[in-house]
């Protein structure tokens, strides 16, 4: 099983970054929520830390765990492990993605996710006054 982090940054407007893959890459011009694969060794919050700055130029915090989805894309079963993050800084530049948006918790629903993003969705989707997001 590949274990992969994703991170749900929140910025100073409660707004939720998502990003769609580049077409030709697995799950190509699907949304997810932006992260990348564990290293050996590494814990989520790294990994989160890591990637975004690899992927996208900016710096999060990530500060509390929110869920686990596991998914199987054909032959591969990854485990997608979920963090609530903050935005800190920096200007975003696409590596791995075609496109970002920052969209409300209600907005969410009008966009195609990855299968394994899916349950972070709706779990947001079910309590859109965004108290997840009170111990930040």
């Not at 893959?21 to 590494?42: D, H, I, N």
């Not at 997608?80 to 920096?90: E, F, H, P, Q």
């Not at 075609?98 to 993003?117: H, T």
Request: some cysteine; overall charge negative; charged content about 25%.
């Amino acid at each position: 099983m590949i274990q992969v982090a994703a991170a749900i940054i929140l910025n100073d407007e409660g707004r939720i970054l998502i990003a769609k893959r580049k077409q030709g890459k697995s799950q190509g011009g699907l949304w997810e929520f932006p992260g990348g694969k564990l290293e050996e060794g590494e814990s989520p919050e790294v990994c989160l830390i890591r990637e975004l700055q690899e992927e996208m130029n900016i710096n999060i915090s990530p500060y509390a765990y929110f869920d686990t989805s596991d998914h199987r894309y054909g032959e591969r079963q990854i485990q997608l492990i979920a963090y609530l993050a903050t935005y800190v800084s920096g200007e975003i530049v696409l590596h791995d993605h075609d496109e970002y948006r920052w969209a409300s918790i209600l907005e969410l629903a009008e966009f195609e996710f990855a299968p394994a993003d899916i349950p972070f969705v709706a779990k947001l989707g079910s309590n859109p006054s965004s108290e997840f997001f009170s111990c930040n």
